[in-house]
């Protein structure tokens, strides 16, 4: 696991200063604290952070292909390398290390840009052909690895992991997107199709560029994409099978590593899955770590002990309190734009825990999104199954004006929440589930902005993209949509941001079994009865775990790495609260308007209303444009 960057000329032919490609992966370091490296030629410049893994002590990067024609960078892991290098080495390929890196060069080699379909990882890597004098950049398929370029004003295309790394770019300019405040308000992040800062973009998942100095940057193009248009056929016995082989080769394939390896356990079905395989194929006890709340009813642990208990793990555990909160700033350092998911605070907290004892973490992460275990995505299918009832010219006028009227109340279980039910199905599926994926409704924000910052968004809706992507998406069903939706814009942009920032700050390498592009085509795959039962999301993967897990671990109700931020903005951080609607930065930015604000945190302390969320957002927003150096 490493940190990559580089810099690359086109038209004019440009020396690259070596010492600008150091100042960006030095920004890196936390990525890779075991290795550096720069290599720089006519019109492109490479650099490299290692963080060891796999053949500890070969594989340097920048590398070379063994004949000197092509030399890359690479983030990540390739789990399949020894099958590649085998097939490689019968067609005459020869290999000076015993890592994954030069695998990458030599099929590149052999194969050309087609070798990424051949790869099977996380990985976003910079391959320079210094033949056809061309630079590769890609991402792999489900955007677990990162990679930011950025378009400078001498002509130059820049790169690296993270953002900081474009930072340290003294071209780069900090002039904030009004889009991307939009998008981040309704969102709670900076979606992967837009950033923080104008002019700089993220490479999408399963996307790729083929950059030429004697021409204009090429857009991205797409390699990979997941299809729900497909339907498998078969008993249940027959799919939970093929399902548990998944599993079983997504797990066995993460746990070849050269350093200590061990797994998050939050006592949630995602993890204890991925640990019970662990446990299956290991003859050493599983190193695993959880973390819990000081809110009893938002804590875990208990549930993560049993299933540590049921398989003898080396279990470690550690209690997030309001204390924690004084890392706010550490974490706005980690994302460099604002992220707003919560969670964080706690994932890494776990990621420290984990790091005290491993190099290389296994997560649950990916099994919602794949498999439908998000409870707003059983709502959505039956909200579509009632929409295919009633006809749109009666939905609409009907739900829409009852939804208008109806009290909002936060404070209930969510199938009592009519009013956002109502207001859905008012609606098609798409702008339905785009609803209920956004912290503020687009009224809600609106209610936020000043005037002037409304003429600049000009009709800008940040939910337009989400809409267009469900609408566009290779499907069958609403719920085929809404998937596609979260593994595609929600999972890059929220879930997979999120634990590499946490992980990578502390020099841990985290892996996502449940995340194997190979269990991912099959879960699209498969009949809604497999996906959802009753109000049961994920049925089909709980089926299959019933051999290793509990019934009260599979089937209770899903928690999700909830942080107690009501609690605490009641309680200890209500000056925090306050503190946010007054702060000077978001007023100089001209973008909310600031009596509004206040009123906010006020109705949240006295507890008429839960505005915890929203509190989150524009704390680290204000807090990320105080560590840019911007007002807005």
């Not at 993270?162 to 998008?183: F, T």
């Not at 857009?219 to 093929?242: C, I, N």
């Not at 209930?412 to 039910?421: D, E, I």
């Not at 469900?470 to 999972?491: E, H, I, N, T, V």
Request: proline share 5%.
């Amino acid at each position: 696991m490493c940190g990559i960057a580089g810099i690359f000329h086109s038209g004019t032919i440009k020396p690259v200063d070596p010492r600008r490609v150091e100042r960006m992966c030095d920004a890196l370091v936390h990525r890779g604290p075991d290795g550096a490296g720069v290599w720089t030629a006519p019109g492109i410049g490479l650099g490299h952070r290692r963080l060891s893994i796999i053949d500890l002590a070969g594989s340097p990067q920048p590398m070379h292909a063994a004949d000197g024609r092509a030399v890359i960078v690479f983030n990540g892991e390739i789990y399949n390398f020894r099958e590649l290098r085998a097939e490689l080495t019968e067609t005459g390929a020869r290999f000076h290390t015993d890592g994954d890196t030069e695998v990458i060069l030599a099929a590149y080699q052999r194969w050309g840009v087609d070798c990424l379909d051949r790869l099977h990882g996380m990985f976003a890597f910079a391959l320079y052909d210094l033949e056809r004098r061309e630079l590769l950049l890609a991402r792999d398929r489900l955007g677990v690895k990162p990679l930011f370029t950025a378009m400078l004003s001498d002509g130059s295309l820049a790169f690296a992991s993270e953002l900081k790394g474009l930072l340290a770019h003294p071209l780069l300019r900090r002039e904030v997107d009004p889009l991307a405040v939009e998008d981040y308000l309704a969102w709670g992040y900076v979606p992967d199709h837009r950033s923080f800062l104008k002019g700089v973009e993220k490479l999408p998942a399963g996307h790729f560029r083929v950059l030429r100095h004697d021409s204009p940057p090429a857009p991205a193009r797409q390699w990979w994409d997941v299809s729900f248009v497909d339907r498998r056929k078969g008993s249940t016995a027959d799919l939970s099978a093929e399902l548990l082989h998944l599993l079983r080769q997504a797990v066995a394939s993460r746990m070849v590593a050269d350093v200590p390896l061990g797994a998050f356990l939050s006592g949630g079905v995602d993890s204890s899955s991925v640990v019970a395989l662990m446990a299956e194929a290991s003859a050493a006890p599983v190193r695993t770590c959880s973390i819990g709340f000081d809110v009893a009813a938002l804590d875990e642990t208990a549930y993560a002990r049993q299933v540590a208990d049921r398989f003898g793990t080396d279990h470690h555990s550690h209690t997030v309190g309001s204390d924690d909160f004084a890392l706010v700033d550490r974490l706005v350092g980690m994302f460099d734009e604002p992220f707003a998911d919560a969670s964080a605070l706690p994932t890494w907290r776990v990621c420290q825990l984990a790091r005290e004892h491993v190099t290389v973490a296994l997560s649950g992460d990916g099994a919602d999104e794949a498999l439908a275990g998000y409870r707003r995505q059983v709502f959505h299918h039956r909200e579509e199954q009632a929409r295919a009832i009633l006809p749109a010219r009666l939905r609409a006028p009907l739900f829409g004006t009852i939804g208008q009227a109806w009290p909002k109340a936060d404070w209930a279980p969510r199938p009592l929440r009519a009013k956002a039910t109502l207001l859905s199905l008012a609606r098609d599926g798409a702008a339905g589930y785009a609803r209920a994926l956004a912290i503020l409704a687009p009224e809600q924000r609106g209610a936020l902005y000043t005037d002037a910052f409304v003429r600049e968004l000009a009709g800008y809706r940040a939910e337009h993209s989400l809409m267009q992507m469900m609408r566009a998406a290779p499907a069958r069903s609403g719920l085929d949509r809404a998937q596609y939706a979260d593994l595609k814009f929600w999972l890059p942009g929220d879930i997979l941001t999120k634990v590499d920032r946490t992980s990578m700050d502390v020099s841990l390498e985290t892996r996502e079994p449940l995340l194997d592009h190979r269990l991912i085509e099959f879960a699209a795959s498969l009949p809604h009865r497999q996906r959802i039962r009753g109000a049961q999301g994920k049925w089909l993967m709980k089926h299959t775990m019933e051999r290793y897990l509990p019934r009260d671990v599979l089937y209770r109700p899903k928690q999700g790495f909830v942080t107690p931020l009501a609690q605490w903005f009641r309680g200890p951080l209500a000056a925090t609260a306050r503190g946010v609607a007054a702060g000077p930065r978001l007023a100089q930015a001209g973008w909310l308007d600031r009596d509004r604000l206040a009123r906010i945190a006020e109705s949240h302390i006295e507890g008429r209303q839960d505005n915890s969320r929203l509190l989150w957002q524009l704390l680290m927003l204000d807090r990320s444009l105080e560590k840019l150096g911007i007002s807005g």
